[in-house]
């Protein structure tokens, strides 16, 4: 393995590489060169979500404001709703440590329900309030929970789920409040664990990751000071709020004091007109998002706007100009896991390179393995290891599965893709992402996904799906990759489909990808194949 661009010497106050910890000060030039290792990660983790909101709250908090769809509270109201709500869990028998389902859509109540278990010390299994009722069965019986709370269509699903009276089942718009505050000696440490978060789950069944307070303070910190967060900001998105980056925005506002104003469901206009209208200094979105964005406005007059952030997915180098030119700002892109937080961050002073994610942020560790480019970190932020499975140990490295590169002078990460993904056709590997970049190219391609299909005759055959605006040509596809690329990775075959399978936070679904082209091999309708 190396560290960065190539292995360094360690810097003899902490340990670590001295260019890893020239990274971390051209995030946050206030820290010293030499920084004590334990202390910035003791303080990176420091206390839990609930003990901010109470520190907050008491310190006044009152011009902060939380919200979605326009449905606002301020912050020392929402901590005295929120303590209240936990005393009422306690006084139906909730017991802490017992996780707790949360599945509904992003609301006020929803905000609300997820800081009460928190500070009830019960663990949030966080779940699509829209998943089918064997997806639910399954995340209630692995992560063991004995509180379902639920809105939407979650509140008819998990009735039928929790039927036989084993799991106590809540629909939140009937959850009664209650009063009262609980003893400070009794709200969660660093050490607790906060949620149990199921991996995305796009090449495979989704794991458990039971993820502590202290990793998720340290995640969201590590990536404020990055940022030059501070309690002015005005933070704007329309993600899931089941999912770590939708919550990162709240867990944010909490520790700073900043507002936050979501939407429960993505319009890209109406997600720029509430940005206009709350003078948003912050826009959280995916790629996906963007893409739809930059796909209904020229240009977006924002003028307290700041940060354009982007992650959970690639953000393409051509999306990546595109919402340049409709903001006037390069966005900002970083990478995370679900299982590691966020990890690294491009530069908020500084160039962003399209395609780049940048350096590791304050306190985070990376490595790059030499011969299969696999990503590592470790770091304050890193979850202790998958729940039934033997643990981390506080200075393991964890492997990503994404694979990456340094620039050899800079030190700047690019992903190159997933480990997993890699297709491997008559014994020679091609990379994905490098395929579906050429294609995204042509002006004739509105969306692309490159698999590998199982074959007699390739071991996997390279195969592409292919979002059209026009005529689908395969012909004419495969020659402009052929000026791009070796031929070996050109795709044998090319399927035209209507939209890219995507998680809720625009991962390919590479997996229903890979049996779709499966069953067209046997009726490939629709599809090209080139026999060379």
């Not at 609300?112 to 779940?127: D, G, S, T």
């Not at 089918?132 to 039928?160: H, I, K, R």
């Not at 006037?328 to 994610?357: A, C, I, K, Q, W």
């Not at 579906?436 to 390739?458: K, M, N, T």
């Amino acid at each position: 393995m190396r560290t960065g661009p190539a292995a360094s010497k360690g810097s003899a106050a902490s340990g670590v590489a001295a260019t890893t910890v020239a990274a971390w000060r051209l995030h946050d030039p206030s820290l010293p060169a030499n920084p004590d290792l334990g202390q910035l990660r003791r303080r990176l983790r420091a206390g839990s979500l609930p003990r901010a909101l109470r520190r907050r709250a008491l310190a006044g908090g009152r011009r902060t404001t939380i919200g979605v769809d326009g449905d606002e509270v301020g912050l020392h109201q929402l901590h005295a709703q929120t303590e209240a709500l936990a005393v009422r869990l306690g006084a139906i028998g909730i017991s802490p440590e017992r996780p707790a389902l949360l599945a509904a859509p992003p609301s006020r109540d929803f905000i609300r329900c997820y800081l009460a278990l928190l500070a009830r010390r019960c663990p949030v299994v966080l779940a699509n309030p829209a998943a089918p009722a064997p997806e639910l069965a399954a995340q209630m019986s692995q992560a063991g929970v004995a509180l379902a709370l639920t809105g939407g269509q979650a509140d008819d699903t998990v009735a039928d789920l929790t039927a036989d009276g084993t799991v106590t089942h809540l629909p939140i718009a009937r959850l009664d409040a209650g009063g009262g505050s609980l003893p400070h000696q009794r709200l969660p440490r660093s050490a607790d664990v906060a949620i149990y978060a199921f991996t995305s789950g796009t090449t495979g069944a989704p794991k458990l990751a039971p993820l502590r307070h202290g990793d998720a303070q340290a995640s969201i910190r590590s990536a404020m000071a990055a940022w030059r967060w501070r309690p002015g900001d005005v933070v704007v998105h329309a993600l899931p709020m089941y999912h770590q980056h939708g919550l990162s925005a709240l867990h944010a506002a909490v520790l700073s004091g900043s507002s936050l104003h979501c939407l429960s469901k993505f319009d890209p206009e109406r997600l720029m007109q509430e940005a206009q209208r709350r003078r948003a200094s912050v826009i959280f979105a995916v790629p996906a998002m963007w893409e739809r964005v930059v796909g209904t406005h020229t240009t977006v007059d924002a003028p307290a706007l700041r940060l354009a952030i982007s992650g959970s997915a690639p953000l393409p180098a051509t999306l990546f100009e595109q919402i340049n030119d409709v903001l006037g700002m390069p966005p900002l892109e970083r990478y995370g896991t679900t299982e590691s937080g966020l990890n690294v961050s491009n530069l908020y002073d500084g160039p962003r390179r399209p395609g780049g994610v940048g350096f590791p942020l304050p306190g985070v560790e990376i490595s790059i393995h030499d011969e299969t480019g696999e990503l590592s970190v470790r770091g304050p932020q890193l979850f202790g290891g998958y729940a039934g499975r033997t643990p981390l140990a506080g200075g393991d490295w964890f492997a990503t599965g994404d694979q990456a590169e340094a620039d050899p002078a800079s030190g700047a990460v690019t992903i190159t893709g997933r480990l997993k993904d890699i297709i491997i056709t008559g014994g020679i590997n091609v990379q994905p992402r490098e395929v579906e970049d050429v294609l995204a190219g042509h002006p004739a391609v509105d969306g692309v996904a490159v698999v590998g299909v199982p074959s007699s005759r390739w071991g996997e055959e390279v195969t592409a799906f292919v979002v059209s605006t026009g005529g689908f040509d395969p012909e004419e596809l495969r020659r402009w990759t052929r000026r791009s690329l070796s031929g070996y990775k050109v795709p044998k075959r090319f399927h035209a489909i209507e939209a890219i399978p995507r998680n809720p936070t625009g991962k390919i679904l590479r997996t229903e990808l890979v049996e779709r082209g499966t069953r067209l091999v046997a009726a490939p309708d629709g599809c090209s194949l080139d026999k060379s």
